[in-house]
Protein backbone atom coordinates (compact mmCIF):
# COMPACT_ATOMS: atom_id res chain seq x y z
CA UNK A 1 0.00 0.00 0.00
CA UNK A 2 1.73 3.06 -0.98
CA UNK A 3 1.21 5.99 1.32
CA UNK A 4 2.61 9.59 1.73
CA UNK A 5 2.94 11.38 5.07
CA UNK A 6 4.25 14.97 5.96
CA UNK A 7 5.05 16.19 9.17
CA UNK A 8 6.85 19.35 9.67
CA UNK A 9 3.70 21.80 9.90
CA UNK A 10 3.05 23.92 12.62
CA UNK A 11 3.00 27.57 13.87
CA UNK A 12 5.44 30.17 13.06
CA UNK A 13 5.66 34.30 12.82
CA UNK A 14 6.29 35.89 9.37
CA UNK A 15 9.80 36.06 8.50
CA UNK A 16 10.59 32.58 10.17
CA UNK A 17 11.36 29.38 8.45
CA UNK A 18 9.99 25.63 8.51
CA UNK A 19 11.10 22.51 6.59
CA UNK A 20 8.12 20.17 5.72
CA UNK A 21 9.27 16.01 5.40
CA UNK A 22 6.98 13.68 3.17
CA UNK A 23 7.92 10.18 3.92
CA UNK A 24 6.88 7.79 0.78
CA UNK A 25 6.29 4.11 1.23
CA UNK A 26 4.94 0.66 -0.36
CA UNK A 27 6.72 1.09 -3.56
CA UNK A 28 9.99 2.61 -5.19
CA UNK A 29 9.60 5.95 -5.58
CA UNK A 30 12.96 6.15 -8.08
CA UNK A 31 10.24 6.44 -11.08
CA UNK A 32 7.86 8.97 -9.53
CA UNK A 33 8.30 13.04 -9.99
CA UNK A 34 7.38 14.58 -6.54
CA UNK A 35 6.10 17.81 -5.64
CA UNK A 36 4.46 19.95 -2.86
CA UNK A 37 0.85 21.59 -2.84
CA UNK A 38 -0.96 23.17 -0.86
CA UNK A 39 -4.57 24.16 0.27
CA UNK A 40 -5.74 27.47 2.26
CA UNK A 41 -9.62 27.56 3.43
CA UNK A 42 -11.96 28.66 0.99
CA UNK A 43 -9.50 28.55 -1.78
CA UNK A 44 -8.39 26.19 -4.41
CA UNK A 45 -5.65 23.35 -3.73
CA UNK A 46 -2.52 25.43 -5.95
CA UNK A 47 1.05 24.00 -7.22
CA UNK A 48 4.00 24.90 -4.97
CA UNK A 49 6.62 22.93 -6.33
CA UNK A 50 7.50 20.12 -8.07
CA UNK A 51 11.00 17.97 -9.23
CA UNK A 52 11.05 15.73 -11.95
CA UNK A 53 11.71 12.12 -11.64
CA UNK A 54 15.73 12.01 -11.37
CA UNK A 55 15.91 15.02 -9.28
CA UNK A 56 17.38 17.24 -11.73
CA UNK A 57 14.96 19.62 -12.98
CA UNK A 58 12.75 21.95 -10.02
CA UNK A 59 9.96 24.16 -11.10
CA UNK A 60 8.15 26.37 -8.61
CA UNK A 61 5.41 28.92 -8.45
CA UNK A 62 6.46 32.54 -8.34
CA UNK A 63 4.95 33.35 -5.57
CA UNK A 64 7.44 31.27 -3.78
CA UNK A 65 10.61 31.42 -5.51
CA UNK A 66 13.75 32.04 -4.14
CA UNK A 67 11.84 31.75 -0.67
CA UNK A 68 11.28 28.21 -1.03
CA UNK A 69 13.25 24.88 -1.70
CA UNK A 70 11.78 21.04 -2.59
CA UNK A 71 14.55 18.52 -2.35
CA UNK A 72 14.98 14.72 -2.15
CA UNK A 73 16.44 12.41 0.22
CA UNK A 74 19.44 10.46 -0.47
CA UNK A 75 16.93 7.47 0.04
CA UNK A 76 14.65 8.65 -2.74
CA UNK A 77 11.55 8.25 -0.50
CA UNK A 78 11.63 11.28 1.25
CA UNK A 79 10.78 15.00 -0.05
CA UNK A 80 11.40 18.15 1.92
CA UNK A 81 10.31 21.39 1.73
CA UNK A 82 12.39 23.69 2.87
CA UNK A 83 10.80 27.45 3.44
CA UNK A 84 12.22 30.60 4.24
CA UNK A 85 11.19 33.72 4.91
CA UNK A 86 7.34 32.90 5.34
CA UNK A 87 4.55 35.39 5.00
CA UNK A 88 1.28 35.56 6.38
CA UNK A 89 -0.15 34.44 2.92
CA UNK A 90 1.97 31.24 2.78
CA UNK A 91 -0.80 30.15 5.45
CA UNK A 92 -2.49 26.56 4.38
CA UNK A 93 -2.61 22.96 4.49
CA UNK A 94 0.59 21.64 2.56
CA UNK A 95 0.19 18.31 0.58
CA UNK A 96 2.80 15.90 -0.73
CA UNK A 97 2.47 14.34 -4.22
CA UNK A 98 3.62 11.80 -6.39
CA UNK A 99 3.34 10.94 -9.81
CA UNK A 100 4.85 8.14 -11.93
CA UNK A 101 6.63 9.42 -14.91
CA UNK A 102 7.76 8.31 -17.85
CA UNK A 103 10.65 10.93 -18.71
CA UNK A 104 13.62 11.54 -16.29
CA UNK A 105 13.37 15.38 -16.61
CA UNK A 106 10.29 16.68 -17.65
CA UNK A 107 7.84 18.10 -14.51
CA UNK A 108 4.49 16.45 -15.49
CA UNK A 109 1.03 18.00 -14.24
CA UNK A 110 -0.14 16.10 -11.34
CA UNK A 111 -3.96 15.50 -10.74
CA UNK A 112 -6.24 13.81 -8.19
CA UNK A 113 -5.64 9.99 -9.43
CA UNK A 114 -2.17 10.66 -8.57
CA UNK A 115 -1.09 9.21 -4.56
CA UNK A 116 -1.16 12.28 -2.38
CA UNK A 117 -0.86 13.01 1.31
CA UNK A 118 -2.55 13.56 4.13
CA UNK A 119 -1.61 17.51 4.52
CA UNK A 120 0.27 19.16 7.50
CA UNK A 121 -1.06 22.64 8.76
CA UNK A 122 1.46 25.35 8.25
CA UNK A 123 0.50 28.72 9.52
CA UNK A 124 2.50 32.26 9.75
CA UNK A 125 1.21 34.79 11.96
CA UNK A 126 1.91 38.51 11.22
Known amino acids: QVQLVESGGGLVQAGGSLRLSCAASGRTFSSYAMGWFRQAPGKEREFVAAFSRNGGNTYYTDSVKGRFTISRGNAKNTVYLQMNSLKPEDTAVYYC???????????????????WGQGTQVTVSS
Open 97 to 115: AARYSSSSYAIPAFSDDDY
